[in-house]
């Protein structure tokens, strides 16, 4: 079984960093990813999605660092899907990507905020995540 998640998006605010007990931190972040298409009449539509983030240890202090709300990021992870109780007492359910890998996305240049060794991984990012140019597949069948 596999629970992977892969999106190219843009951080829809800036990231809340929180600092759990034994000083481990957590990063939530909002992230949209969009689709545009061609609608029967032939006008274009846009529809974005909007994915919840969460970032630990590591990878938190990255996101508290460097990431602002706009930028570009390609994020790998999992879904999680979990209930907590409202300040009211009522039961709420969310869906989270919790990511396991980031990558800023960009150009030289776009941003004073982007970390440098973001900026030179940014170009690998962009052209390989779904290029296996090796000819074979992961798959098992």
Do not use: C
Not at 22 to 47: I, M, W
Not at 72 to 82: D, F, M, N, Q, T
């Amino acid at each position: 079984m596999v629970n992977k998640v892969i999106l190219i998006g843009n951080v829809g605010k800036d990231p809340d960093v929180r600092y759990l007990e034994g000083n481990v931190p957590v990063a939530h972040f909002p992230l949209a990813t969009s689709e545009t298409y061609r609608n029967r009449d032939g006008e274009k539509v846009t529809q974005t999605e909007w994915h919840n983030i969460v970032v630990w240890r590591g990878l938190a202090k990255v996101v508290e660092d460097y990431v602002k709300k706009g930028q570009a990021l390609y994020i790998e992870g999992k879904i999680r899907s979990r209930s907590y109780e409202d300040k009211t007492g009522n039961k709420r359910y969310i869906t989270e990507i919790v990511a396991d890998n980031l990558q800023m996305l960009g150009r030289r240049g776009d941003s004073e905020s982007t970390a440098p060794a973001a900026d030179s991984a940014a170009p690998e990012a962009t052209e390989t995540p779904d290029n296996n140019d090796s000819g074979e597949d992961d798959l098992p069948f």
